[in-house]
T-cell receptor, first 115, second 110 residues
Framework: DGGITQSPKYLFRKEGQNVTLSCEQNLNHDAMYWYRQDPGQGLRLIYYSQIVNDFQKGDIAEGYSVSREKKESFPLTVTSAQKNPTAFYLC??????????????FGDGTRLSIL | GENVEQHPSTLSVQEGDSAVIKCTYSDSASNYFPWYKQELGKRPQLIIDIRSNVGEKKDQRIAVTLNKTAKHFSLHITETQPEDSAVYFCAASKRGKLIFGQGTELSVKP
């Protein structure tokens, strides 16, 4: 969807380096999500936030960190503790807010590789 | 925690035939079930969804059915076309958190 912008499209990480993936939305959605997709696999939830200044761990949060200081922004940091970061990272947002399920709309993704 | 199983992992049909993909979920409190289509290297796109208070929903050639008692739901695509070829994901949601199935790679042969 045009309302969710992820950058960069491609990112390379060196050993021991932290990298930050950007996700911005102009849909006025309360909830935002980060997923990891490995080749031939489904989407696995890393972190999600249903309201500003609050976020929860998903199923594979180890080695990742997030912040939600603004409603429109939900950056994901892949830390050096994440030993296998190579994957396709997808950000999504929905209007559901606190605990109400609404359709999630995705950005175009960031492909992260190790140098 | 919630688990979603999706079958089959690959599906090949002739153009014009129907395709059916099935999913089962484990958490009976799940109340929202979307289906996404993902073309190679692109974002998943929502194609249809259903809530737990509805048994069936249809949108042109696509339909979804939900059996809450058995905790399974299915995607039906009729009159398939080559442009339907993609990976399809089901998901189940409770309180805004989606759990995805592993995906089905659908190939429609002309």
């Amino acid at each position: 969807d045009g309302g969710i912008t992820q950058s960069p499209k491609y990112l390379f990480r060196k050993e021991g380096q932290n990298v930050t993936l950007s996700c911005e939305q102009n849909l006025n959605h309360d909830a935002m999500y980060w997923y990891r997709q490995d080749p031939g696999q489904g989407l696995r939830l890393i972190y999600y936030s249903q309201i500003v200044n609050d976020f929860q761990k998903g199923d594979i949060a180890e080695g990742y960190s997030v912040s939600r200081e603004k409603k429109e922004s939900f950056p994901l940091t892949v830390t050096s503790a994440q030993k296998n970061p190579t994957a396709f990272y997808l950000c999504a947002s929905s209007g559901g807010g606190q605990g109400f399920s609404q359709p999630q709309h995705f950005g175009d993704g960031t492909r992260l590789s190790i140098l | 925690g919630e688990n979603v199983e999706q079958h089959p992992s690959t599906l090949s049909v002739q153009e014009g035939d129907s395709a059916v993909i099935k999913c089962t979920y484990s958490d009976s409190a799940s109340n929202y079930f979307p289906w996404y289509k993902q073309e190679l290297g692109k974002r998943p796109q929502l194609i249809i969804d259903i809530r737990s208070n509805v048994g069936e929903k249809k949108d042109q050639r696509i339909a979804v059915t939900l059996n809450k008692t058995a905790k399974h739901f299915s995607l039906h695509i009729t009159e398939t076309q080559p442009e339907d070829s993609a990976v399809y994901f089901c998901a189940a949601s409770k309180r805004g958190k989606l759990i995805f199935g592993q995906g089905t790679e659908l190939s429609v042969k002309p």
